[in-house]
C-alpha cells in the first residue's frame, strides 16, 4: 500500500495547528500559540502571512518533518465565496479571494493561501481546502429573514460538524447521507446545524454572532435594543462589532472567553458564572428545538463536539431539554486536522475528485 505524507493547516486566531499524517495515522501535531505581542505587530491578518509561513515552517524543520516527502496539503479554508460541501484545489481565483475576501477578515483565509505557497516549492504537490466555513447548503426559505434587505447566509464550522457527522454514522454502520443530524458544534463561536441526509439544509451564521451566545460572541440580540444602541453617539461601528463578535457571550457577563474557567467557576459555587452558563446551554437546547422543526421531526441523533463538549454539566443540561428528539451523542474536542487529512487522502487515492472554485 502507498503511504501518503499529508500536511494540515489550520490557522485560528491566536494559534496555528499544524499536522502530518501517513495515510490515516497522524505522526506529528502541533499546535503553535501566538502571543498577543507577536500578533499586535500586524494591523490585520493578510499582514501575518509570512509570520505564520514562517513559524510553520520552523517548527516542521525543528521536528524533523521533511516537507519534501509530502504528498499533498489540506487547509481550512476561509471566508471565500459560497459553495457546495466538498474538497477545492487552491487555485488563482480563490488566492484572489482570501487575500480580498468578499465575506470578512479571519485567520482561517491564511490557510489556502500558506498551504498554496508551500506546495509551490515543492515538486508534483498540491494545495486544497475541504468544507471551509462557508459551505452553502442551506434551502431557499432558510434564507429568509423578514425584510429584503437582508439575508441568513451560512457561515459555521462545517468541517467539523461534517467530520462528526460522518463517524456517527460509520460508528452506527450507517452512511451519513442516508441519516439526519443536528449537530452543535460548541467552541468560540457556536453553531448548530440541521443536516439532512448529507446537507446542511439550515444553519446559524456563527462568525457574526448569530443564534445562541457563545464565549465571545453574543448571539442574536433583540434588534429594537441593537438599533437603538448604534445610534445613540455613543458606540463606533468598529466597537459595536466588537461588542458581538469578540467581547460578547462570556466576555462580556463575566470578563473571560475561557469556557473552561467558567465551568469551574460555576462548580466550585459561584452562582452567576453558573447562570450565564446554563443560559448558553438553555439558548443551544433552544436553537436544536427549532431545528427539528425543519427535519420534521425526524431527527436520528443529536450530535454535541467543540471544546466546550468536554463540560458534562452544559451537556446534561442541552440533553434535558432535547432528549424527546432524538438520543444525544457527545463527541469532545474537533476533529478537524483529521478531517482535512483524509479528505487530502481520499483525492491522493482517486477516491474523490476535487472541484474547481471560480470567484463570482
Known amino acids: 500500500m502507498n503511504i501518503h505524507r499529508i500536511l494540515t493547516i489550520n490557522p485560528g486566531s491566536t494559534s496555528t495547528k499544524i499536522a502530518v499524517f501517513e495515510n490515516a495515522k497522524n505522526v506529528f501535531l502541533k499546535n503553535i500559540k501566538h502571543s498577543n505581542e507577536e500578533l499586535a505587530k ?3 491578518i493578510t499582514e501575518q502571512y509570512q509570520f ?6 520552523r517548527n516542521l524543520k525543528e521536528d524533523g518533518q521533511d516537507i519534501n516527502n509530502i504528498s499533498c496539503i489540506v487547509a481550512r479554508g476561509g471566508l471565500i465565496y459560497p459553495i457546495s460541501s466538498g474538497v477545492y484545489e487552491v487555485n488563482d481565483d480563490m488566492i484572489q479571494d482570501l487575500r480580498n475576501s468578499p465575506i470578512g477578515e479571519h485567520a482561517s483565509n491564511l490557510g489556502g493561501l500558506i498551504a498554496h505557497d508551500i506546495a509551490n516549492s515543492l515538486k508534483q504537490v498540491k494545495a486544497y481546502i475541504a468544507d471551509p466555513v462557508v459551505v452553502d447548503e442551506m434551502e431557499d426559505i432558510a434564507r429568509i429573514t423578514g425584510h429584503p434587505k437582508f439575508e441568513r447566509l451560512s457561515i459555521f464550522h462545517a468541517l467539523n460538524q461534517k467530520a462528526i457527522a460522518r463517524r456517527y454514522a ?3 454502520n450507517e452512511k451519513y447521507e442516508d ?5 452543535a458544534h460548541l467552541g468560540g463561536g457556536i453553531s448548530v446545524g440541521a443536516h439532512r441526509k448529507g446537507r446542511v439544509v439550515d444553519v446559524n451564521n456563527a462568525l457574526d454572532g448569530e443564534g445562541p451566545f457563545s464565549p465571545e460572541r453574543t448571539g442574536t440580540l433583540p434588534s429594537g435594543q441593537l438599533a437603538k444602541l448604534c445610534f445613540s453617539g455613543k458606540y463606533s ?4 462589532k466588537l461588542m458581538i463578535k469578540g ?11 475561557n469556557a473552561y474557567d467558567v465551568e469551574i467557576k460555576a462548580k466550585g459555587g459561584d452562582e452567576y458564572a453558573k447562570s450565564i452558563s446554563d ?13 427539528s ?15 466546550i463538549a468536554y463540560n458534562k454539566q452544559f451537556c446534561t443540561f442541552v440533553e434535558d431539554l432535547t432528549s424527546f428528539i432524538a438520543p444525544m451523542k457527545v463527541y469532545p474536542g474537533e476533529d478537524e486536522m483529521s478531517a482535512l487529512a483524509m479528505n487530502g487522502l481520499m483525492v491522493l487515492q482517486s477516491e474523490l475528485e476535487p472541484k474547481i472554485y471560480k470567484t463570482k
Do not use: W
Not at 237 to 240: R, T
Not at 279 to 291: D, F, N, P, R, T
Open 237 to 240: 461601528h468598529k466597537e459595536v
Open 52 to 57: 505564520r509561513k514562517d513559524t510553520i515552517l
Open 42 to 44: 500586524f494591523t490585520g
Open 170 to 172: 460509520a460508528e452506527n
Open 179 to 183: 441519516l439526519n443530524f443536528i449537530v
Open 279 to 291: 443560559a448558553m446551554a438553555y439558548q443551544v437546547a433552544k436553537e436544536i428545538g427549532s431545528l
Open 293 to 307: 422543526v425543519v427535519l420534521k421531526g425526524k431527527v436520528d441523533a443529536i450530535i454535541l463536539t467543540g471544546g
Open 247 to 257: 467581547n460578547g457571550g462570556f466576555a462580556a457577563y463575566l470578563g473571560t472567553n
